[in-house]
């Protein structure tokens, strides 16, 4: 049993009480792999000393009041609670192939294990075989960028041990085109951007009440994330991605992105659910984003990761690769870099989408198409 320490509670965010919900219960998987044979005590010593631990999220129960208010409440931690070995037996469905090993045990727990509020909202499963160790971190403790820079705090360089490794920055804008404009050009901005304001904002709210996307044989819906679930990985090598880019300067991904940026879409659905946490409370809010996720088809997200190779107590990782806990929808993408490669995991209702390795050699073998007629072209 966890011991309490003389902290006051500290109330949960707007984010975090929405991620509690039953229809959004949400965990996050990040599985790292590494070179050489896992040291149990040496990854237990490195985290129990690590920035990680002393976090007040990673070291805090989840208690409710008289109310039915979530709050956090710290406690003392038991590391030997939170490092799990995970049975060889158990996970041995995929003969040799480790990918396979590792990407089905994450599948079950994605569909089947849902972490106990008897103690902080994480754990770690050591698949010592493989030489994989799975971080489990509820979404109510973060988004992806801060629990990645977490995780980050806990490894080292590799180049140089006593290192902290840092993730990237995007450059800024360069505005010095926006300043030559005359009047005309600035109005077409304005308009352009009232305009997207409006296209964008208008979408998220019907998403949330009752447009959906059109019906396939792929599409998931209602209860869909109560399904067992297949996990299976993609690669990329960035520099493949850059020269596709480099070659079709106004993709259509890219124009559409470029259009949100000049929106306040992202603003605008902030606002609506914070409204609507206050106001309606959570479980509204939680059935307004459950809607968003029925009516759409899948989910694709990224982080980025470190650029340069990183150790975990001295043991040098060949990958890292997250996904989340199952969703409404039938597929949902997620995609981790990290030196100079990145690993997309693909999650699927297996009843959907039985095959989701062909899948993941698609996604691979289109870019590296599109590699080729990018050379091609030059």
């Not at 409440?73 to 469905?93: G, P, S, Y």
């Not at 480099?246 to 879409?265: F, G, P, S, Y």
Request: net charge positive.
């Amino acid at each position: 049993m966890a011991l309490s320490v003389n902290v006051s509670d500290e109330p949960l965010t707007p984010a975090g009480r929405l991620f509690l919900q039953p229809e959004m219960k949400t965990i996050i998987h990040c599985a790292l792999g590494v070179k050489h044979h896992m040291d149990r005590d040496a990854i237990k010593s490195t985290i129990k000393n690590s920035f990680m631990v002393k976090h007040p999220r990673f070291c805090s129960l989840l208690v409710r009041d008289k109310n039915g208010f979530e709050h956090w409440r710290r406690t003392e931690i038991d590391i030997d609670r939170h490092i799990i070995l995970v049975d060889e037996t158990a996970a041995t469905n995929g003969g040799d192939d480790v990918d396979k090993i590792v990407n089905d045990y994450i599948a079950d727990l994605s569909s089947s294990s849902p972490l106990g509020c008897d103690k902080p909202l994480w754990e770690i499963h050591m698949m010592m075989k493989q030489k994989c160790a799975i971080f489990r971190i509820h979404h109510a403790l973060g988004d992806g960028i801060s629990l990645m820079s977490m995780l980050l705090a806990i490894c080292r360089k590799a180049e140089d041990p006593a290192a902290v490794p840092t993730l990237a920055i995007g450059g800024r804008r360069d505005w010095s085109g926006e300043k030559g404009k005359d009047w005309r050009g600035a109005l077409m901005g304005v308009l352009k951007m009232v305009l997207f304001n409006l296209v964008f904002c208008l979408n998220f709210v019907l998403r949330c009440l009752c447009v959906r996307d059109r019906k396939t044989v792929i599409s998931g819906g209602d209860g869909v994330e109560l399904w067992p679930r297949k996990v299976a990985t993609a690669r990329f090598w960035i520099e493949d991605m850059k020269m596709v880019k480099q070659a079709v300067a106004n993709a259509r991904a890219k124009a559409m992105i470029d259009r949100k940026k000049q929106t306040l879409e992202a603003q605008f659905s902030y606002r609506v659910g914070d409204l609507a946490m206050s106001w309606l409370g959570p479980k509204i809010a939680s059935l307004l984003n459950y809607r968003i996720l029925c009516n759409t088809t899948f989910t694709i997200s990224n982080v980025v990761g470190p650029k340069e190779e990183i150790t975990l107590a001295g043991n040098p990782i060949t990958f890292i690769r997250a996904n989340t806990s199952s969703l409404p929808q039938a597929v949902a993408m997620h995609m981790v870099s990290y030196a100079g490669r990145a690993e997309m995991q693909i999650v699927v209702a297996k009843d959907i989408i039985p095959d989701p390795e062909f899948l993941a050699k698609c996604f691979q073998d289109s870019l590296l198409e599109m590699k080729e007629a990018a050379i091609a072209s030059i």
